[in-house]
């Protein structure tokens, strides 16, 4: 019998995100379900989080690394009194914002650095989340061994964006993407790097100039306690919302393809009964609010926000169809997150979408990104089609068992902090 290696001693591991926004976005998802598992395996976990803060369940710690929070939902971009800024770090954070930079990154690799020095002692491995700010090469002068995690390149989202982007608005961006020259520069110096795909893997190697050797695939899990078929109520499959189609992403970010989406409900809003659920919070008067009125969906459409992860599973259980119309995507959550839940996928045919989705339309439908027409068309198709919709309901479930746990995804890291080590 061929021999299987015994599992890594318990580690103590100190999980840096320097932003973990519980319910949208990659970074504070991938934080609280891999610090979970790995706690389970019986490592100790301390994840060291700017704001917004991360939810964590038991067993693992959450240590507070806090900025001035310059970017809050409530109050963005408004600057503390002096009297609350603390040193130096502060001042770089303030006076990067007040020339259109985003500081974060930098910041809060910082603090991290300062605190871990202070701590090196109590931990044997650092994992970094897509951080890539420069205090992480001085954590590597510590000694302290380094792991990172690159979802994907953010050369790609500055790229969309740019091209969305016109006047004043691209000088505004280019600065506000000027971080990513630092994380290209840092990621080159970093190894391992833990990636979600090989999409994502061949991005990173010709955006960042990483070497492909110190590259390792290690894909993102579900929560399969919240997400699953039967989340709605019932049996697996029932209680799906007749014409229900539900969306995952950050409405206003070009790169998530919104604007594609709605284009594509409007014509079908033309022929039949359908609503779209957007699980997002677009800026009022931001492009995707006016683009709901211009398109005369505003009793189709209902924007939802702030819920937890078993009302997440419920929502996309209750849907006939889930939509991923984004142009670029390193891994999606959201994507696995429907296939979870038995709900039929219409996916872009973009980043890594076709490498999670499956290319052979089992699991999922793949379109042209930015194409309305033919996304309205795939939509109408399986709305049309009970059938096909629980076959690849089944399909997407069985792909989920077989490639997307989280319990994998803390073996597999766990064994890449003991090779580091």
Known sequence: ???????????????????????????????????????ALGHRVTVFSGQ??????????????????LYND??????????????????LEVGTMWTAGFPEPLTFSLRALRELRRRRGEFDVVHDNQTLGYGLLGLR????????????PITVDRRIE?????????????????????????????????VPSRSSADDIVREFGVDRDRIDVVPL???????????????AGTGRVPGRIVCTASADSPLKGVATLLRAVAKLATEREVSLTLVSRPKPGGPTDTLVDELSLRENTTFVSGIDDAELGRLIASAEVAVVPSFYEGF??????????????????????????????????????????ELAARIGALLD????????GRAAWDRVQHRFTWRAVAEATAARYAASI
Not at 17 to 26: E, F, L, Q, T
Not at 78 to 91: G, N, Q, S, V
């Open 221 to 235: 899990g579900v929560d399969t306690r919240h997400f699953h078929p039967g989340a709605a109520g019932g049996s």
């Open 52 to 69: 917004p803060y991360p939810e964590l369940d038991d067993g693992v710690i959450l240590e507070k690394v806090p900025s001035l929070d």
């Open 141 to 152: 002068r510590t000694g302290l061994p380094l792991v990172t995690t690159i979802h994907h």
């Open 1 to 39: 019998m061929p021999h299987t290696p015994p599992p890594p001693a318990p580690l103590r591991v100190a999980l840096l995100s320097y932003r973990s926004k519980p319910h949208c976005g990659g970074q504070g998802v991938y934080v609280r379900h891999l610090s979970r598992e790995l706690a």
């Open 385 to 392: 089609d009970p059938a096909e919709r629980t076959r690849m």
């Open 74 to 91: 409530a109050d963005p971009f408004a600057t503390p009194p002096l009297h609350r800024w603390r040193d130096w770090i502060d001042a």
């Open 162 to 194: 740019l091209e969305e982007a016109t006047g004043w608005q691209r000088i505004s961006k280019r600065r506000w993407y000027s971080f990513v020259g630092m994380q290209g520069r840092v990621a080159r110096r970093l190894d391992p790097v833990l």
């Open 332 to 373: 999606s959550l959201p994507a696995v997150e429907a296939m979870a839940c038995g709900t039929p996928l219409v996916a872009s045919r973009a980043g890594a979408l076709p490498e999670v989705v499956g290319t052979d339309g089992r699991a999922g439908v793949l379109t042209e990104p930015g194409d309305a027409e």
